[in-house]
């Protein structure tokens, strides 16, 4: 059966997503932890593209201990797929929604005090009761109480019947470069706290402040728990080698839909941004800004093609996206073509697309749209 015959009427667009790399990354970093240093694994944006449910569902069976997302609604999906262990939410609540995380066994941050009243409230109401971590800011003020009000909430915490504080945290705002001196002085203040409040009787079984940087660059910042995400999804967030050996999860990857020639001064795309200065070979994609390919690699990008480097030319547009396969002779309609991850020796990363497009790989995975199929490779290597 050729190419065309067997899409079954599906664009050929797709990101292929190996839960044997996400275990295996996971499995590398608990060896990399001290034994009493629990994990928190972040899979807020659904999973930073990669798949809130699949990765959930893996990251369950390796026991891990605590899942981290955003808000309510990614950890309702949670619960809805069946998986039990303790889900935290980073952005707490909103009004109205304490109910939803009492029934659902939740973990809210709470970093303001009406959160914590109407936590409290709903929980007497509810008789059952709910536990939470407290954010403290540090430096980095985004969410988090002052530091002069945390004891106030810890030792509220402890005279509350129903709203348990289970754990303390803070975020660090520079720890992908270590000698921002930032870092010392977060973990300082954070540190402080602590001790204050053991020095008051408070004490709290969860102490956690390392993001994926963190956790390389400030091992300072390990405490009783570390909040890997870009990390586990194999994607280096520093920009320097990591020393743990971490694999990319997500590879993205297209077709050729049409293959043209264009003679010596055409111009290519929207807005005429590219003109070729030879006569050229032109292939089309099906893939554009929509899916998550973003603008600001047009005429910047590359993509992999019969194992070579092929660049994007023109401005890349809403569901196409053209490259130059001049070089690449033998390139014909339904070709298979990488955007992101390996193809024969070459291979190109998130970490690198970022940089192409002016930002953070962060951005470039949880970009990919949904209407991208996601495929799972599981733990027999079948999809």
């Given amino acids: 059966m050729n190419f065309l015959n067997s899409l079954n009427g599906k664009r050929p667009t797709w990101a292929e997503v190996d839960l044997n790399r996400l275990e295996r990354n996971f499995l590398a970093l608990r060896r990399f932890l001290p034994e009493h240093v629990k994990i928190v694994a972040v899979i807020k944006a659904d999973a930073y593209g ?3 449910i699949p990765v959930a569902q893996r990251l369950a069976k390796l026991k891990v201990d605590m899942l981290a997302v955003a808000i309510l609604e990614e950890a309702i999906c949670i619960r809805q797929a069946g998986i039990r262990c303790p889900v935290l939410l980073l952005n707490g609540f909103w009004p109205g929604q304490e109910d939803e995380i009492i ?14 009243d109407q936590l409290e409230q709903a929980a007497s109401s509810a008789k059952r009761n709910v ?3 407290l954010k403290i800011n540090t430096g980095m003020s985004r969410l988090g109480v002052e530091l002069e009000e945390a004891l106030m909430f810890l030792q509220r915490g402890v005279k509350s019947s129903w709203a ?3 754990g303390v945290y ?3 705002s520079s720890a992908e470069d270590p000698q921002n001196p930032s870092n010392e002085a977060q973990i300082r203040r954070f540190r402080e706290i602590l001790t204050f409040a053991e020095q008051s009787g408070i004490r709290v079984g969860w102490r956690h402040a390392a993001n994926s940087a963190g956790i390389l660059n400030l091992k300072q910042s390990w405490l009783d728990a570390v909040r890997p995400g870009l990390m586990l999804y194999g994607v280096n967030p520093l920009q320097t080698p990591a020393e743990l050996s971490i694999n990319p999860v997500l590879s993205w990857k297209t077709r050729v839909m049409q293959v043209r020639s264009v003679k010596s001064g055409s111009a290519i795309g929207y807005g005429n941004t590219y003109t070729v200065r030879r006569d050229s070979m032109i292939a089309a994609l099906p893939v554009g800004y929509t899916d998550g390919l973003l603008r600001s690699l047009s005429n910047r990008g590359q993509v992999l093609i019969h194992g070579r480097q092929a660049p994007i030319i023109g401005t890349i547009s809403m569901d196409l996206t053209l490259i130059d396969v001049t070089q690449v002779t033998s ?9 992101i991850g390996k193809q024969g020796d070459q291979e190109i990363r998130a970490e690198e697309v970022g940089r192409l ?3 953070i790989p962060y951005e470039i995975l949880c970009r990919i749209g949904s209407r991208v199929p996601r495929i ?4 027999s290597g079948s999809s």
């Fill in 50 to 52: 990669h798949g809130t």
């Fill in 103 to 116: 029934r659902h066994e939740l973990t809210p941050a709470i970093y303001r005090l009406q959160l914590l």
């Fill in 131 to 133: 536990a939470y971590h």
């Fill in 164 to 166: 348990h504080c289970e």
């Fill in 170 to 172: 803070t975020h660090l």
């Fill in 331 to 339: 390139a014909q309609v339904g070709d298979e073509v990488v955007l």
């Fill in 357 to 359: 497009a002016g930002t």
């Fill in 376 to 379: 799972y490779i599981d733990g």
